[in-house]
């Protein structure tokens, strides 16, 4: 079974409005983390935001957060408020326990962002 | 220099020469990754090393060899590839070990994009 399932190939938002990502992850460990990255065409991977399976708030990071529904294994990504500088590969991650070494990457979502 | 780099950015090269992928990291962290992502496909990861130790290598062919000498640096040397080893490899470092409350949130490099010939 995949880690992580993120199953928006694609997405358009209009500018100045917000969109949620979807990411489903699936993991027997009770202490993981789940993150979010963001790939621009120029291919590096930006760290956005992180959430701790044991974290009682949601993260939050400017203009990003995540909805982070832990009966329902989901962890959403809101980016409020698009930009055009937001179109770009967004990949959920999961850590798996407190293993550095267990990361594992979503197929990604594509944001298209319109002005 | 801040954050990972990686030399080159791109690189072609012939199935029958050896070449090497360089990245060096300068945010302190202990921890370093080699990934490779082809198009369609999420990232695999390939080897992780800690403290200059190799901890995980996921099942990846021996045409790819590792190399970390130090916290720093990691290099990932080529040889005898395949076209279908055509992909942008990422490098990423994060804090590894430890006790539990650390995120160990990876920071990548931009990449070198291969092209196998």
């Known amino acids: 079974a995949q880690k992580i399932t993120q199953t928006q190939p694609g997405m358009f938002v209009q500018e100045k409005e917000a969109v949620t990502l979807d990411c489903t992850y699936d993991t027997s460990d009770q202490s993981y983390g789940l993150f979010w990255y963001k790939q621009p065409s120029s291919g590096e991977m930006i760290f956005l935001i992180y959430?701790?399976?044991?974290?009682?708030q949601n993260a939050t990071e400017g203009r990003y957060s995540l909805n982070f529904q832990k009966a329902r294994k989901s962890a959403n990504l809101v980016i409020s408020a698009s930009q055009l500088g937001d179109s770009a590969m967004y990949f959920c991650?999961?850590?798996?326990?407190?293993?550095?070494?267990?990361?594992?990457f979503g197929s990604g979502t594509k944001l298209n962002v319109k002005p | 220099e801040t954050g990972v780099t990686q030399t080159p950015r791109h690189l072609v090269m012939g199935m029958t020469n050896k070449k090497s992928l360089k990245c060096e990291q300068h945010l302190g962290h202990n921890a370093m990754y080699w990934y490779k992502q082809s198009a369609k496909k999420p990232l695999e990861l390939m080897f992780v090393?800690?403290?200059?130790?190799?901890?995980e290598n996921n099942s990846v062919p021996s045409r790819f060899s590792p190399e970390c000498p130090n916290s720093s640096h990691l290099f990932l040397h080529l040889h005898t590839l395949q076209p279908e080893d055509s992909a942008l490899y990422l490098c990423a470092s994060s804090q590894g070990g430890g006790s539990g409350g650390r995120s160990y949130e990876q920071y990548f490099g931009p990449g070198t994009r291969l092209t196998v010939t």
């Open positions: 991650a999961m850590r798996e326990g407190y293993n550095f070494n267990k990361f594992y």
């Open positions: 090393y800690s403290l200059e130790e190799r901890v």
């Open positions: 959430q701790g399976s044991y974290d009682e």
